[in-house]
């Protein structure tokens, strides 16, 4: 089973900027897409950005210029920096990432989900 921990949610003014972090540990083979999702507060979750292991990327158009997501493959790990923050980007943000294990299961693939960490925007 491949674990994600997410760390970085917080409360921050109109403006501001913050990073999340999203960490895989367990037996892994590869990581192939990493990304985050965010719920709003009554709506569905949606998709933030993605990126491949090649480093293509993929926004949702409200956050185009504002976000950037990036990776760190020795680390198995998934950024997401923040900019320019809104009240309307005020979310619980869970990290994603599919790939396939290491180890006695190798080659299967798996598609794991953080916990969320929550991200306020408000003065």
């Known amino acids: 089973q491949v674990q994600l921990v997410e760390s970085g949610g917080d409360l921050v003014q109109p403006g501001g900027s913050l990073r999340l972090s999203c960490a895989a540990a367990?037996?892994?083979?590869?990581?192939?897409?990493m990304g985050w999702y965010r719920q709003p507060p009554g709506k569905q979750r949606e998709l933030v950005a993605a990126i491949t292991s090649g480093g293509t990327t993929n926004y949702a158009d409200s956050m185009k210029g504002r976000f950037t997501i990036s990776r760190d493959n020795a680390k198995n790990t998934v950024y997401l920096q923040m900019n320019s923050l809104k009240p309307e980007d005020t979310a619980v943000y869970y990290c994603?990432?599919?790939?396939?294990?290491?180890?006695?299961?190798?080659?299967?693939?798996?598609?794991?989900w953080g916990q969320g960490t929550q991200v306020t925007v408000s003065s």
């Open positions: 994603n990432m599919i790939g396939s294990y290491g180890g006695y299961r190798y080659g299967q693939s798996f598609n794991s």
């Open positions: 367990g037996s892994i083979f590869s990581i192939n897409v």
